[in-house]
């Protein structure tokens, strides 16, 4: 997919480690510039020749709108936005929802929406500013419309990545005469340091082998997710909006009582 992307500057709001840093580094292989927001907390990644990394929290106002602002300046221009950032609120109280805290539940929907609610934003107004159209691309959870209660029973978390659906939608019906797209990839469980619980727990590995049984059965590199994640943001991709796309190894259409 070398220089399908030539000529494209994007923002990527949670791009210094798993899918986030996975699809900066193809992005650029295939021709763009891109402006990282990281987490303070999260590894380090260094800027290059056609990356700026910035860290910040992208849970706080203005921080999506100071990446797109460097992205103009380092840049020249800003064509897409992808946000990543997100995560699990497990271990402050999501869970199944008899048990679920409103501390988890509060912790989890501003990771999760609040934060991509911020960076949609930010790209929309500036999009609209630039009378150019644009592109959004979000990050869902097989959990939203699949549900694991045995191994990942975090409501929350679900009900957080299902209006990631809903918001995008509504996005994508709202802002298409402008010629602003957007779409939510949905991975399965992905090596991520988000899933280093489940990397370590062999039940769950075994049922991965069978819920998600491309490939000899296996969790979702970060880079499986690259090369439909290029294609959004390009030219090749300018009728397609308001779509929810799965990459999931299977998940969702995988009998998970199935025996190998």
């Given at each position: 997919?070398?220089?399908?992307?030539?000529?494209?500057?994007?923002?990527?709001i949670g791009?210094?480690s798993?899918i986030?840093?996975?699809?900066?580094k193809?992005?650029?292989?295939?021709?763009a510039?891109?402006?990282i927001?990281?987490?303070?907390e999260?590894?380090?990644?260094?800027?290059?020749?056609?990356?700026?990394?910035l860290?910040a929290?992208?849970r706080?106002?203005g921080?999506?709108?100071?990446?797109?602002?460097r992205c103009?300046q380092d840049?020249?221009?800003?064509?897409?936005?992808?946000?990543?950032?997100?995560?699990?609120?497990?271990?402050?109280?999501?869970?199944?929802?008899?048990?679920?805290?409103?501390?988890?539940w509060?912790?989890t929907?501003e990771l999760?929406?609040?934060?991509?609610?911020?960076?949609?934003?930010?790209?929309?107004n500036?999009?609209?500013?630039?009378?150019?159209?644009?592109?959004?691309?979000?990050?869902?959870?097989?959990?939203a419309?699949?549900?694991?209660?045995e191994?990942?029973?975090?409501?929350?978390?679900?009900?957080?990545?299902?209006?990631v659906?809903?918001?995008?939608?509504?996005?994508?019906?709202?802002y298409?005469?402008?010629n602003?797209?957007a779409?939510?990839?949905?991975?399965?469980?992905?090596?991520?340091?988000?899933?280093?619980r489940a990397?370590?727990?062999?039940?769950?590995l075994k049922?991965?082998?069978?819920?998600?049984p491309?490939?000899?059965?296996?969790?979702?590199?970060?880079?499986?997710?690259?090369g439909?994640?290029?294609?959004?943001?390009?030219?090749?991709?300018?009728?397609?909006?308001?779509?929810?796309?799965?990459?999931?190894?299977?998940?969702?259409?995988?009998?998970?009582?199935?025996?190998?």
């Open positions: 997919m070398n220089g399908l992307l030539k000529g494209k500057a994007i923002v990527i791009g210094t798993g986030g840093h996975s699809a900066a193809a992005m650029t292989n295939s021709g510039s891109v402006v927001i990281g987490s303070p999260g590894p380090h990644v260094k800027s290059g020749k056609k990356s700026t990394v860290l929290d992208a706080h106002e921080v999506a709108e100071h990446a797109i602002d103009l840049f020249g221009s800003f064509d897409g936005l992808y946000h990543v950032a997100g995560g699990s609120g497990r271990k402050y109280g999501d869970g199944p929802i008899h048990q679920l805290t409103k501390a988890g509060d912790y929907l999760n929406l609040t934060s991509m609610m911020l960076s949609n934003r930010a790209a929309v500036q999009f609209l500013k630039q009378k150019s159209g644009g592109v959004i691309l979000n990050t869902g959870s097989v959990l419309e699949h549900p694991s209660p191994h990942f029973s975090t409501h929350a978390y679900a009900a957080s990545k299902a209006a659906s809903g918001l995008t939608k509504a996005m994508a019906s709202a298409a005469t402008q602003i797209r779409n939510v990839i949905v991975p399965g469980l992905t090596e991520t340091p988000m899933a280093a990397s370590k727990d062999k039940s769950i049922f991965i082998s069978i819920k998600q491309l490939d000899g059965g296996r969790m979702a590199k970060p880079s499986d997710l690259d439909l994640a290029v294609f959004l943001f390009s030219d090749a991709a300018q009728f397609i909006t308001g779509q929810i796309i799965k990459i999931d190894g299977g998940w969702s259409v995988t009998d998970p009582f199935k025996s190998k």
